[in-house]
């Protein structure tokens, strides 16, 4: 199992507006190097909860595993890396440019607290297995008046 680096943090912001993706978008479709932003692709994540964790898998295959990094708080964990431009063979062009390349940056707000001190993560055959571990929190009994 590889071990991915970990940074956590209080506060985890917003990337990016709606027009900004959608403007990049169109013109890395002309041509697969633009970069209008720092954010050109965001790679696809599952998300499970179990009683006892929350498991993210994101696929980010082709991304050098120094290049990944991940955030997180109690609620929230941002997961961020870059994948870099294969260039084309010498005195080739593109007839087709799908990959995205560039830098990409996700924020995902969390269902439950989760314990950063326990957070896991292993990167294997391009994808990004991460383990959040709950915090358990124990109910307690409200006392009702007369018992």
């Known amino acids: 199992m590889e071990f991915v680096k970990i940074r956590f943090t209080n506060d985890i912001g917003d990337v990016g507006s709606k027009f900004e ?3 990049m978008e169109i013109f ?5 190097t633009f970069d209008f932003s720092k954010n ?5 994540l599952d998300m499970f909860e179990t009683p ?36 084309p063979a010498k005195n080739g062009r593109y007839r087709l440019a799908e990959i995205r390349y560039g830098s990409f940056d996700r924020i995902l707000h969390l269902p439950s607290v989760v314990d950063t001190e326990k957070v896991e993560a292993s990167y294997a055959k391009g994808l990004l297995h991460i383990h959040l ?6 109910c307690c009994k409200i006392p009702i008046a007369g018992e």
């Open 28 to 32: 890395h479709s002309m041509n697969p």
């Open 40 to 44: 050109s692709w965001k790679p696809q």
């Open 21 to 23: 993706k959608s403007f």
């Open 133 to 138: 571990p709950k915090i358990k929190v124990e």
């Open 52 to 87: 006892d964790e929350i498991i993210i898998i994101a696929e980010v295959a082709g991304v050098e595993k120094e290049l990944l990094e991940i955030e997180t708080s109690s609620r929230a964990i941002r997961i961020s890396g870059k994948r870099l431009l294969i260039p």
